[in-house]
T-cell receptor
Framework: GALVYQYPRRTICKSGTSMRMECQAV??????VAWYRQSPQKTFELIAL?????????EQNFTQEKFPISHPNLSFSSMTVLNAYLEDRGLYLC????????????FGEGSRLIVV | GDSVTQTEGPVTVSESESLIINCTYS????????LFWYVRYPGEGLQLLLK?????QKGSSRGFEATYNKETTSFHLQKASVQESDSAVYYC???????????FGTGTKLQVVP
């Protein structure tokens, strides 16, 4: 079946440092990868959509300078949170799809970022 | 913009009782949105429960049903008889095929008690 693995599951980082998280698709080709953040008391906010061989589309309030994403092949994507501060804490989810946007997303269990 | 509003939780239901979790959507940039229900069981990742891509159609899975109602812009999740194992957080989401991606509601935590 289709599986998505995310790591690390949890990171504690000092304010102003950076954290990189990875997303691995197994059993299917992750043509599109959507990165989401769930902040405390909030829903999943879409950060960006990455499609292999296309430009990465960032949502309003999220930038490449802050959340650089790499999607080098059909099984792997990574995102870094640069200069993390308190407002960046939350659960970061990777949702991968074999098809166009709007198709079912297969999610990893998330990478939780704690900033101290 | 595009958005989803769903029942605020937590919702507590007794086992074998019926359940409805409301979901309404607003799709300003998507002409024909796809609608989804995702579920997150305790200790597990987010997973698709059911999906409907055509207005007027009903999706079903694990005893849950949801009908895509374009007139009322709703996609309510229903189950006739819940079980303790249904305790989870349920998320309604909408997505499109035009380069936009899935937008989630705030989630509804369901607790089924014996």
């Amino acid at each position: 079946g289709a599986l998505v693995y995310q790591y690390p599951r949890r990171t504690i980082c000092k304010s102003g440092t950076s954290m990189r998280m990875e997303c691995q698709a197994v059993g299917f080709q992750a043509t599109s990868v959507a990165w989401y953040r769930q902040s405390p008391q909030k829903t999943f906010e879409l950060i960006a959509l990455s499609t292999v061989n296309s430009a990465i589309k960032y949502e309003q309030n999220f930038t490449q300078e802050k959340f650089p994403i790499s999607h080098p092949n059909l099984s792997f994507s990574s995102m870094t949170v640069l200069n993390a501060y308190l407002e960046d804490r939350g659960l970061y989810l990777c949702g991968a799809s074999p098809g166009q946007s709007g198709n079912t997303l297969y999610f990893g269990e998330g990478s939780r970022l704690i900033v101290v | 913009g595009d958005s989803v509003t769903q029942t605020e939780g937590p919702v507590t239901v007794s086992e074998s009782e019926s359940l409805i979790i409301n979901c309404t959507y607003s799709a300003t940039s998507i002409a024909y949105p796809n609608l989804f229900w995702y579920v997150r069981y305790p200790g597990e990742g987010l997973q698709l429960l059911l999906k409907v891509i055509t207005a007027g159609q009903k999706g079903s899975s694990r005893g849950f049903e949801a009908t895509y109602n374009k007139e009322t812009t709703s996609f309510h999740l229903q189950k006739a008889s819940v079980q303790e194992s249904d305790s989870a957080v349920y998320y309604c989401a909408l997505g499109g095929n035009s380069g936009t991606y899935q937008r989630f509601g705030t989630g509804t935590k369901l607790q089924v008690v014996p």
